[in-house]
């Protein structure tokens, strides 16, 4: 014993009649590595037992904490120590039997649930079985009831009849007639009928003993018996719904008057569909829809329908019509007259004007104190700017510096048309030019003020006066030649004449006597618009009346938004502004054209309904075919008219004009410009790619692509053109078209001669013998073969001879004889024309 108990092996079970229980320990493993350790004690095997019989009686486990098992009752010594059984199993030995018991174990629970519903199934049977004797016996008792009680009553009817026989049947007193009661009569009732329960239900008894309603259908289980309204079909919404209203109508009776009819004020515009109609009369579609039938119109509520229409369907409906066109809709800018009490003095705004190079900036610059024109490209000024100068008196003046390219006519004609006062600024050494001609023809259409800045007037080749009768010719007479226009002899890098400048100015302000209504939703001009990078749209505007706020909603041509910031000349946020001050707003809905009417209205849910009404007659306007005929047509088809697509993308609204104008006058009968889009901002990525699609060059005007833009350019190879000043832009344009045409070719007329006679040369050639009439013929050049002056041929001299030489030319009044290259067609008679083609440089 003492050398099984030293070897490591597993020990033998000892002999017994009874299987010990086991013991074994399961580890079991949690989250967060946590583990626990359960001792299990199984059976190794048990008896499973029929359904009906009694379970044989299963011996108390053994204890857990005993560290020996329980002695064999047969063996005189005490079992020897061993290990427990659980130590003796492998672990798939182990997980063999876990698996094992818990199968008998789920078993066991089946013929459980099994004998369970066998009761209860029995139990069923059995209380039905109850329930139909019951319903029987009251049948039984009802019948007998009833029986008993038609005895009854006909005894008394037999009874009664009896009484009444005897009584007439007995004969009274002649002389003494005393009146008898009359017998009780009864009227004789039907028998009543026993109530049965109907014939579906005889046949299939209720289960449970219950009424036709209280039936249940599927197997009876012990949740649904004590369940009795479990599985009964719940009331929908809208029979809850129909029973309420029924009970209202019930409690309210029936004399309840019917509720009246709301009369509506519906506005028609000239076409409406059916259905918005409808919504506006707080009616039904189909009632319209039918009404329309009526009056034999087939309708459906999608279609659009007229205003008169619609007038007959409002008041056929009983409501009233309020008829509105579309420009109703839109905001009219209107030249009301304020109250004069609230009228308020406001600076005055003025534009300066003249050529390029005459030195607009530099005296505004002068005027400003500070240095405007070294940041412009090429030194000369390519936007609209507005200032607004402090003068030494404390009064405030609005400038406006416009460009004097020929290219910025707009810009020139905008600031006119916005100004009070318009400074002409003109160089004393160059005189009048073509922009100052045009600056002072825009000056006269707007009917303002003009005063005469001589400029540069201390160069020494500078002549004022010169200047000052150059003006006589177009009608602009000085004080000094005792006219009514004020002229001042000013240096802007001298700083002379200044402030001789600013009195004029405030004097002719003060002859105008300008007010404007601070008080007041505020009406502005945009000046410019560009898209910013980092503001998104930014528009400058001129404050005509009224006061701008931070916050205001607004509509400005076909975009609308609302007052983000307000920026001043100086680059300073302020919260306001009032009537005739430059500020730039923020807030957009997108970049405006400049020149737009800039109005403040009352929410944004108006801003955007003015906006998009804009947007769709823009739209219309844009896309409507002009009108044609077949002439235009057929013109249109034979033309070899070159189009030359670009894209043009600048920094500002005002630049975008100019260069599509300028683009579209460098044209011609060859040759024309197509812009496929104009915008403001930085290159995107459509435009490279509708610029690849199309084959156009890009034109960056003070732009550059995105870098996402730039990746598409290098890899689609389209075209930039970077530029920086105009009149570059259209040198390069206009040499590019030129190179599309090609080189201009010219004909010069060198000879003609006369056909004379024709001769055969070789097996298929014919030769011209020619007496030259003008001029010379040389060979190799171009000739024109004529019949009664009709072309016959073009071709070239392959061969010249004279006699039977060879020859290069042949001079006039000598003969000589030609062959043609692919003609043969030659008479005696024709007229030869030979010339040669000059090529030269094309200029547009």
């Not at 059984?85 to 089946?110: G, H, I, K, M, N």
């Not at 057929?634 to 975008?656: H, I, T």
């Amino acid at each position: 014993m003492s050398d099984s108990e030293d070897k490591p092996t597993r020990t033998r079970k000892p002999l017994g009649l009874k299987r010990p229980v086991d013991g074994a320990e399961v580890k079991q493993t949690f989250s967060h590595g946590r583990t626990n350790k359960v001792a299990v004690e199984v059976k190794r095997r048990r008896k499973l037992v029929k359904p009906g019989e009694e379970p044989a009686p299963t011996p108390a486990p053994a204890p857990e904490a005993a560290p020996e098992p329980a002695p064999v009752a047969e063996a005189p010594k005490p079992a020897p120590k061993k290990k427990p059984a659980a130590d003796a199993e492998t672990p798939q030995e182990r997980v063999a039997r876990l698996q094992r018991e818990a199968e008998e174990e789920r078993l066991r629970l089946a013929e459980d649930a099994n004998r369970r519903d066998e009761e209860r199934k029995k139990k069923a049977v059995k209380d039905e079985k109850q329930a139909q004797e019951d319903n029987k016996k009251a049948e039984a008792e009802a019948e007998a009831a009833a029986k008993k009680q038609a005895e009854e009553e006909a005894a008394q009817a037999a009874a009664a009849a009896q009484a009444e026989e005897s009584a007439a049947a007995a004969p009274a007193p002649a002389d003494k007639a005393t009146p008898t009661p009359a017998a009780r009569k009864f009227t004789p009732v039907a028998r009543p009928e026993p109530k049965r329960p109907p014939k579906k239900e005889e046949k299939r008894p209720a289960k449970g003993g219950g009424g036709g309603d209280k039936r249940r259908s599927g197997k009876l289980t012990v949740t649904k018996a004590l369940n009795e309204d479990e599985g009964r079909r719940a009331r929908s919404l809208a029979a809850l719904k129909r029973a309420r209203e029924k009970e209202r109508r019930e409690q309210g009776g029936g004399d309840r008057k019917p509720r009246e009819k709301q009369v509506r004020d519906v506005i028609v515009p000239e076409a409406i569909t059916v259905q918005e109609l409808a919504q506006r009369m707080a009616e039904k579609g189909a009632d319209l829809v039918k009404e329309l039938f009526n009056l034999g119109m087939m309708v459906t509520v999608n279609q659009t329908i007229d205003q008169d229409t619609a007038e007959l369907l409002v008041e056929q409906f009983g409501h009233n019509i309020q008829r509105v066109s579309e420009d109703d809709v839109d905001i009219k800018i209107e030249e009301d007259k304020d109250p004069e009490e609230t009228l308020r003095p406001r600076p005055p705004v003025v534009t300066i004007m003249g050529h390029v190079d005459h030195g607009k900036t530099s005296l505004l610059d002068a005027l400003r104190g500070t240095n405007v024109t070294k940041g412009e490209a090429g030194g000369i000024t390519q936007h609209i700017g507005s200032y607004q100068v402090t003068t030494k008196d404390k009064a405030k003046i609005t400038f406006l510096d416009t460009p004097g390219h020929a290219a910025f006519t707009e810009m020139r004609q905008r600031g006119a048309n916005v100004t009070d006062i318009v400074v002409l600024v003109v160089a004393a050494d160059d005189g009048i030019m073509p922009q100052t001609i045009e600056a002072i023809n825009h000056t006269k259409a707007a009917g303002v003020p003009m005063i005469v800045a001589i400029n540069k007037i201390d160069k020494p080749e500078g002549n004022a006066q010169k200047v000052r009768e150059r003006l006589l010719e177009h009608e602009v007479i000085v004080e000094a030649l005792s006219g009514e226009v004020q002229d001042v002899e000013v240096s802007a890098t001298k700083g002379t004449g200044l402030d001789e400048l600013l009195e004029k100015i405030a004097l002719q302000a003060e002859l105008l006597e300008l007010k404007a209504r601070p008080d007041r939703d505020a009406e502005a001009t945009v000046i410019e618009a560009q898209l910013d990078k980092g503001r998104g749209p930014v528009a400058s505007v001129l404050i005509t009346r009224g006061t701008l706020k931070r916050g205001d909603t607004f509509v400005v041509g076909t975009e609308s938004g609302k007052v983000r910031a307000i920026v001043n000349d100086q680059g300073k946020q302020i919260k306001e502004a009032g009537p005739s001050m430059p500020v730039e707003v923020l807030g957009l809905g997108g970049v405006p054209s400049a020149g737009d009417q800039l109005a403040v209205v009352e929410n944004e849910q108006r801003a955007r309904e003015v906006a998009q009404f804009r947007q769709e007659k823009a739209t219309a306007k844009r896309t409507a075919l002009a009108p044609t005929n077949f002439d235009t047509m057929f013109n249109s088809m034979k033309s070899d008219l070159v189009e030359f697509p670009v894209l043009v993308k600048a920094d500002v609204q005002g630049s975008v004009e100019a260069i599509t104008t300028a683009l579209h006058n460098l044209g011609n009968d060859l040759i024309k410009v197509r812009v496929l889009h104009a915008g403001v901002g930085a290159i995107t990525e459509s435009d490279v790619t509708l610029a690849s699609a199309s084959g156009a060059p890009i034109i960056g005007f003070n732009v550059r692509p995105n870098p996402k833009a730039r990746e598409l350019v290098k890899r689609d190879g389209v075209e930039m053109k970077y530029f920086d000043v105009i009149y570059h832009l259209t040198d390069e344009i206009a040499k590019e078209m030129a190179g599309e045409l090609g080189p201009e070719k010219i004909e010069n007329v060198m000879g003609r001669a006369e056909v004379k006679d024709v001769f055969k040369s070789g097996k298929k050639d014919k030769a011209a013998g020619l007496l030259v009439t003008e001029g010379v013929i040389r060979k190799g050049l171009h000739a024109r073969l004529t019949r009664d002056d009709v072309i016959v041929s073009a071709t070239t001299i392959a061969s010249l001879r004279r006699f039977k030489d060879d020859v290069d030319e042949v001079r006039t009044g000598l003969e000589c004889g030609v062959v043609l290259e692919d003609t043969n067609d030659i008479k005696a008679g024709d007229m030869l024309e030979v010339f040669e083609i000059e090529e030269r440089e094309r200029v547009l």
